[in-house]
């Protein structure tokens, strides 16, 4: 089962971007990130066994207050 997680935060500055890549992409089981700007800033995440409210939690303490998990998605491939 893969997950689709996506969490939605402001994306003010390249430090702050690059923080939020290092926290996402170093989780466990994720294997695809990518930035979505599309009207609103949002980080979307793919990857199995992935805790989403940690990762959430993770970028709230350490980049913004204002991370908000918009969805969590799971497709059986």
């Not at 893969?2 to 430090?15: D, F, G, S, Y």
């Not at 609103?40 to 793919?46: A, E, G, T």
């Not at 989403?52 to 969590?72: D, F, W, Y």
């Amino acid at each position: 089962m893969t997950q689709k997680i996506v969490i939605e935060l402001p994306l003010n500055c390249a430090k702050c971007e690059k923080k939020i890549m290092a926290i996402c992409t170093t989780a466990d089981g994720v294997t695809a990130f990518a930035f979505e700007r599309e009207g609103r800033d949002r980080v979307v995440i793919k990857g199995e066994d992935i805790d989403p409210a940690r990762i959430t939690e993770c970028l709230r303490e350490k980049v913004t207050k204002h991370a908000r998990l918009v969805s969590v998605a799971i497709d059986d491939d």
